[in-house]
């Protein structure tokens, strides 16, 4: 199995940037999808964003297109999620998530096996 760390939350104000990192140990990370998950305050978890295992596919939720990237760089393990113009309504723990082999972006929590602690995001005024 594989081990999933997040990074890189913090505060910021709106309109500022923050770029997270999901780092991993175990497995070999290039044969995993990732997708980058949020829960805020009295919230479900929602989808943020994802990118397919060979990085080929990538999915985004509406509300954040435009504004953040994700991406991967399989010599480090790490996939990242850069976040611009960010906005108070982004503030939540940010969670990535993993799954072996996936060719498609999974958008739904039951799409991934593996998941992370979680990082707090806060975005103020």
């Known amino acids: 199995q594989v081990q999933l760390v997040e990074s890189g939350g913090g505060l910021v104000q709106a309109g500022g940037s923050l770029r997270l990192s999901c780092a991993a140990s175990g497995r070999t990370f290039s044969n995993y999808a990732v997708g980058w998950f949020r829960q805020g305050p009295g919230k479900e978890r929602q989808f943020v964003a994802g990118?397919?295992?060979?990085?080929?596919?990538?999915d985004y939720q509406d509300s954040v297109e435009g504004r953040f990237t994700i991406s991967r760089d399989n010599a480090e393990n790490t996939v990242y999620l850069q976040m611009n113009s960010l906005k108070p309504e982004d503030t939540a723990v940010y969670y990535c998530?993993?799954?072996?082999?996936?060719?498609?972006?999974?958008?739904?929590?039951?799409?991934?096996?593996?998941w992370g602690q979680g990082t707090q995001v806060t975005v103020s005024i």
């Open positions: 990118i397919s295992w060979r990085g080929r596919s990538t």
């Open positions: 998530a993993a799954r072996y082999k996936a060719s498609k972006v999974a958008i739904t929590r039951s799409g991934y096996d593996y």
